[in-house]
T-cell receptor, first 114, second 116 residues
């Protein structure tokens, strides 16, 4: 059965610092992996996804993530945090190729301090 | 991309009553999903709704409690029946477009339900 673990329910960084949000998954088949962001009182928005091909995936707002099969990880990074990055970030996995069903991690709340 | 609207955006309901949440998409889609997001928590999939077939419920969710309709390719409803305070959550619908496999989901803004 697939599952997603996000280490750290809260992450705090200073503006301009590196952002690293961790995501590990378990899956019995090659998974599709996603990062979504949820700004306060808003719906979810896709940041980036990995399906096949290049393991380093670039997304919106300067975020990127690298799929590491050997580590079953899909960590999200951004070189320089901005105040507007403060939000809840969710990692999700899909291994149901017939329905696109997603299983979400517990989320990481990112705080950015000036 | 798909634009999704939900009605109502929020509601406060008495325990024992039912609420029907509507989800409207601006394009035809095959797969629609309903999620629950309890306060401060992640999203939990309630069910997958395909047009023309019965919804498929996840473990822990049953049709009697969360009946779903999917009358066409742009619309779905989720009813939260016989509500209790534990049903207080944000309910979100989402859709996936394209041939299945690796498609992103587009989410509606959510319906914030409070049960008193």
């Amino acid at each position: 059965a697939q599952s997603v673990t996000q280490l750290g329910s809260h992450v705090s960084v200073s503006e301009g610092a590196l952002v690293l949000l961790r995501c590990n998954y378990s899956s019995s088949v090659p998974p599709y992996l996603f990062w979504y962001v949820q700004y306060p009182n808003q719906g979810l928005q896709l940041l980036l996804k990995y399906t096949t091909g290049a393991t380093l995936v670039k997304g919106i707002n300067g975020f990127e993530a690298e799929f590491k099969k050997s580590e079953t990880s899909f960590h999200l990074t951004k070189p320089s945090a901005h105040m507007s990055d403060a939000a809840e970030y969710f990692c999700a996995v899909s291994e149901d190729y017939n329905t696109d069903k997603l299983i979400f991690g517990t989320g990481t709340r990112l705080q950015v301090f000036p | 991309s798909a634009v999704i609207s939900q009605k109502p955006s929020r509601d406060i309901c008495q325990r024992g009553t039912s609420l029907t949440i509507q989800c409207q998409v601006d394009s035809q889609v095959t797969m629609m999903f309903w999620y629950r997001q309890q306060p401060g928590q992640s999203l939990t999939l309630i069910a997958t709704a395909n047009q023309g077939s019965e919804a498929t419920y996840e473990s822990g969710f049953v049709i009697d409690k969360f009946p779903i309709s999917r009358p066409n390719l742009t619309f779905s409803t989720l009813t939260v029946s016989n509500m209790s305070p534990e049903d207080s959550s944000i309910y979100l619908c989402s859709v996936a477009q394209g041939a299945t496999g690796g498609n992103e989901q587009y989410f509606g803004p959510g319906t914030r339900l409070t049960v008193t």
